[in-house]
T-cell receptor, first 116, second 111 residues
């Protein structure tokens, strides 16, 4: 299957700082990428849909200014958690669909964010 | 609003047993259904994708079925192994192209 790479896999930061997480499609182009958040023993919650060359679409309740998404190319989307607080600590996972695919989603390895 | 349910939340079986994991969804207007595997602290690995027009898909010891009209899917694992221990999630893609996940079933296969 297609490969989606996320970096960093783990990050620890101080409260008030910003953290950037990268999501790359390694062997395919993705016009659309999705960012999810997962709390312990919970399912994945869709945060936003990242669209190449245009603004991201955020789900209800997700702060746009808090979670900045940029999809500057067909292989890279970034999520920046701005002014991070301890409650932002979570597991963030991105996914992407292969262009002209039947809709199968491929996921990155996830990024564990811990805000002290 | 689509809701995906996976019951039970956890399952423990002895090695070698054949088992079935269930998934149900409330809105039958779906494009496809995917089964994923998630190991602790890791991302998701796609196991099987069933398009809305299909009834089942097979990959190795895994077989997934889809009954769209009744809003149900099952993942059948044959001859389970300790390495199959993980959380299994099902997710459906709706008309808005968004994926809705169940909470997953944590499977433990005892040696």
């Amino acid at each position: 299957g297609a490969v989606v790479s996320q970096h960093p896999s783990r990050v620890i930061c101080k409260s008030g700082t910003s953290v950037k997480i990268e999501c790359r499609s390694l062997d395919f182009q993705a016009t659309t990428m999705f960012w999810y958040r997962q709390f312990p023993k919970q399912s994945l919650m869709l945060m936003a849909t990242s669209n190449e060359g245009s603004k991201a679409t955020y789900e209800q309740g997700v702060e746009k200014d808090k979670f900045l998404i940029n999809h500057a190319s067909l292989t890279l989307s970034t999520l920046t958690v701005t002014s991070a607080h301890p409650e932002d600590s979570s597991f963030y996972i991105c996914s992407a669909r292969v262009i002209q695919n039947t809709g199968e989603l491929f996921f990155g390895e996830g990024s564990r964010l811990t805000v002290l | 609003k689509q809701e995906v349910t996976q019951i039970p939340a956890a399952l423990s079986v002895p090695e070698g047993e054949n088992l079935v994991l269930n998934c149900s969804f409330t809105d039958s207007a779906i494009y496809n259904l995917q089964w994923f595997r998630q190991d602790p602290g890791k991302g998701l690995t796609s196991l099987l994708l069933i398009q809305s027009s299909q009834r089942e898909q097979t990959s190795g010891r895994l077989n997934a079925s889809l009954d769209k009209s009744s809003g149900r899917s099952t993942l059948y694992i044959a001859a389970s192994q300790p390495g199959d221990s993980a959380t299994y999630l099902c997710a459906v893609t709706g008309a808005n192209s968004k994926l809705t996940f169940g909470k997953g079933i944590t499977l433990s296969v005892r040696p």
